[in-house]
Structures are given as structure tokens and as C-alpha cells.
């Protein structure tokens, strides 16, 4: 069982308030959910680092978390209602709808003359499916999740069309 955190920042304790919040006690595996390593996570929580504004931005963005909260305290941790994620404390990802955006990331990409690395495709696929959370009412009813791929396709074509007619965008065909 992993042990509490103990923060030696006001920062980092709110750091860890806005996780338990969104219903993940493993700082682990909510490490993993953003994609980053569990223990530079641990480092923001502790306060032993400081976290870069990519990170601010991205808690901003996926969680609604009001960063004038996150750094002085003040106000609501949230920016109003508006974060679904924050209000379903047990919230998981579905597997099989994670595993249907995997494989329209590698079918368009696919289409695309694109090759991705491992890491690449993982990311992608993550984007994609918290894109697709975002656009959902209610983001833990698979038949609406489901029912948005056909809106999540068109969005991922028109993306990668417009990377790939981009120099310096990354995406070069394969």
C-alpha cells in the first residue's frame, strides 16, 4: 500500500487535493492517465519540483482546475460545473472504447501513409479519447461514447490532413 504524501508546499498539497478529487487515490496510476512519469508527479506533489506550464495548462484544459486555486487557494478548486471528470470521483477508463479509438488512430493514420512510434500511437490515442470524454454529456455512458466515434474519425482526418500538408508538424509519410 503506498503511504500518504506529505507536502512540504501549500502548491503541492492542492496538487494532491485536485487528484483525489477526480477519484484517484494511486498517484501512479494518474501518473500513467496523463502520460507522464509517476515520480515527477510525486516530485509536484511533494513539493520537491515544480511543475512546467504544459502542466498548468493541461490541468486547466482536462480537469477545469481553477489555477488561481491551485496556486494561492483562493476560490473554488474547479472553474464552475463545467468539468464532468470532476464530478464522477470513480470514474475509469472504458476499455473497449479505448481500444475502438486505438484502432481508428492506427486505421486513419494507417490511410494517411503515416508510421508511428509505440509512444506516439499511445499519446494519440490517449488525445483522442479524452477528446472524446470532452465532447461527451456524460462521460461514463459507453453507448454515447460509442455514438461520438463517427465525430471523433472526422475530427482525427481533418487533423491529420492538415499535419501532413504542414511542414515541421512531425508527421511525415511513411
Given at each position: 500500500?503506498?503511504?500518504?504524501?506529505?507536502?512540504?508546499?501549500?502548491?503541492?498539497?492542492?496538487?494532491?487535493?485536485?487528484?483525489?478529487?477526480?477519484g484517484?487515490?494511486?498517484?501512479?496510476?494518474?501518473?500513467?492517465?496523463?502520460?507522464?512519469?509517476?515520480?515527477?508527479?510525486?516530485?509536484?506533489?511533494?513539493?520537491?519540483?515544480?511543475?512546467?506550464?504544459q502542466?498548468?495548462?493541461?490541468?486547466?484544459?482536462?480537469?477545469?482546475?481553477?489555477?488561481?486555486?491551485?496556486?494561492?487557494?483562493?476560490?473554488?478548486?474547479?472553474?464552475?460545473?463545467?468539468?464532468?471528470?470532476?464530478?464522477?470521483?470513480?470514474?475509469?477508463?472504458?476499455?473497449?472504447?479505448?481500444?475502438?479509438?486505438?484502432?481508428?488512430?492506427?486505421?486513419?493514420?494507417?490511410?494517411?501513409?503515416?508510421?508511428?512510434?509505440?509512444?506516439?500511437?499511445?499519446?494519440?490515442?490517449?488525445?483522442?479519447?479524452?477528446?472524446?470524454?470532452?465532447?461527451?454529456e456524460?462521460?461514463?455512458?459507453?453507448?454515447?461514447?460509442?455514438?461520438?466515434?463517427?465525430?471523433?474519425?472526422?475530427?482525427?482526418?481533418?487533423?491529420?490532413?492538415?499535419?501532413?500538408?504542414?511542414?515541421?508538424?512531425?508527421?511525415?509519410?511513411?
Open positions: 500500500m503506498a503511504r500518504k504524501t506529505v507536502s512540504k508546499t501549500p502548491f503541492g498539497q492542492r496538487l494532491t487535493q485536485v487528484r483525489e478529487a477526480l484517484f487515490k494511486e498517484r501512479a496510476t494518474f501518473a500513467l492517465m496523463l502520460l507522464m512519469n509517476p515520480e515527477t508527479l510525486g516530485g509536484y506533489e511533494r513539493g520537491d519540483s515544480a511543475p512546467d506550464l502542466f498548468l495548462e493541461m490541468y486547466k484544459q482536462r480537469f477545469s482546475v481553477n489555477l488561481n486555486w491551485l496556486f494561492s487557494g483562493d476560490g473554488e478548486m474547479f472553474n464552475g460545473a463545467s468539468s464532468t471528470l470532476a464530478r464522477s470521483p470513480a470514474y475509469q477508463i472504458d476499455k473497449e472504447v479505448f481500444k475502438q479509438v486505438g484502432r481508428l488512430v492506427l486505421q486513419l493514420h494507417k490511410e494517411e501513409g503515416i508510421k508511428l512510434p509505440p509512444d506516439a500511437v499511445l499519446e494519440a490515442q490517449s488525445n483522442a479519447y479524452n477528446d472524446l470524454l470532452a465532447r461527451a456524460d462521460p461514463a455512458d459507453n453507448a454515447e461514447l460509442m455514438s461520438l466515434l463517427p465525430w471523433l474519425e472526422t475530427r482525427l482526418r481533418k487533423a491529420l490532413k492538415a499535419a501532413v500538408s504542414e511542414p515541421g508538424t512531425g508527421k511525415r509519410l511513411a
